[in-house]
């Protein structure tokens, strides 16, 4: 029965459910946070790549790339927040509630995504060689030279399959797998190619709390407003990222000498143990 529901769902990834007409609540996506050079090219504008800069609004057929040494932050719906890796480049093929499709034809991405409200709802990741169907969990996925990886950190399950609809294997928490130009998935193995990564998590768990507390709607002219500026910078001033704000100088100097205050009192607080009795030296 587990195998059948997982080939069941990789199968509806992989022929991209055509839920258009049915479906009309879209979900809200947006890059939330840039650094380095990252690029923008929307389907009204697909020969421009415009820089990123400040809270953007995303649609479908948008691509989002990756400089060398650059990453993005993207936030859905104010829960869900995916961290584009260097040298990246990520396409938004459908937003719908039912049927979210993101590509990944080259680099690499982290999620934490917040688990379905609805059993309905369906978030799939595309690759080269393989498809994921996530349904609420903390993953990674990664592409390039025809071998596509996937991998599951400390929370959720991933289905992943062949993206011509082969067999299709389950990720528990700290596994992952790997899909060659075979299409076939191999067996889930101990999480070991995405180790460096999972340390992006706290990072990730920390932007996805913010977000539910900070997102606000945009309004559609706003949205516009917004989309229209990557075409012509000039035309209006950017806004830049939400950010939390750091500490100050002063607070970061008050919670120094209050983190030394309290390690002088816990050492003081300590037990004295009494030294052993030196042994008697030889004359």
């Known amino acids: 029965m587990a195998g059948l529901f997982i080939g069941i769902f990789v199968l509806l990834a992989s022929v991209v459910l055509p839920l258009e007409a049915e479906e009309p609540s879209v979900r809200d996506l947006r890059v939330t946070d840039a650094s380095g050079q990252v690029t923008l090219k929307t389907a009204d504008h697909s020969k421009q790549a415009a820089v990123v800069d400040e809270e953007t609004p995303l649609a479908a057929n948008d691509i989002v790339e990756t400089g060398p040494k650059s990453s993005a932050e993207l936030t859905m719906d104010g829960e869900s927040v995916f961290k584009l890796q260097p040298g990246s480049r990520l396409q938004i093929k459908k937003?719908?509630?039912?049927?979210?499709?993101?590509?990944?034809?080259?680099?690499a991405i982290v999620a934490k995504v917040q688990p379905a409200s609805r059993p309905?709802?369906?978030?799939?990741?595309?690759?080269?060689?393989?498809v994921v169907a996530v349904r609420g969990t903390e993953f990674a996925a990664g592409t390039g030279a025809g071998v596509s990886h996937v991998g599951v950190?400390?929370?959720?399950?991933?289905?992943?399959?062949?993206?011509?609809?082969?067999?299709?294997?389950?990720?528990?928490?700290n596994q992952e797998t790997q899909v060659t130009?075979?299409?076939?998935?191999?067996?889930?193995?101990?999480?070991?190619?995405?180790?460096?990564l999972k340390t992006q998590m706290?990072?990730?768990?920390r932007r996805a709390a913010f977000w539910h507390k900070n997102w606000r709607r945009l309004?559609?002219?706003?949205?516009?407003?917004?989309?229209?500026?990557?075409?012509?910078?000039?035309?209006?001033?950017?806004?830049?990222?939400?950010?939390?704000?750091?500490?100050?100088?002063?607070?970061?100097?008050?919670?120094?000498?209050?983190?030394?205050?309290?390690?002088s009192a816990a050492r003081r607080s300590r037990p004295k143990q009494k030294r052993p009795a030196n042994p008697i030296s030889p004359k």
């Open 120 to 130: 309905d709802q369906g978030l799939y990741l595309r690759m080269p060689t393989a």
């Open 181 to 196: 130009l075979s299409n076939v998935p191999q067996p889930p193995r101990r999480l070991a190619y995405f180790k460096k």
């Open 202 to 205: 706290p990072r990730l768990r």
């Open 95 to 107: 937003l719908y509630q039912r049927n979210t499709l993101f590509e990944l034809t080259e680099g």
């Open 153 to 173: 950190f400390d929370e959720g399950h991933v289905a992943v399959g062949g993206v011509w609809g082969h067999e299709a294997v389950k990720l528990a928490p």
């Open 219 to 263: 309004s559609a002219v706003r949205r516009q407003a917004i989309r229209d500026r990557l075409a012509d910078p000039r035309s209006a001033k950017s806004q830049g990222f939400l950010r939390p704000p750091k500490p100050s100088p002063v607070r970061r100097a008050v919670h120094a000498r209050r983190s030394h205050k309290q390690k």
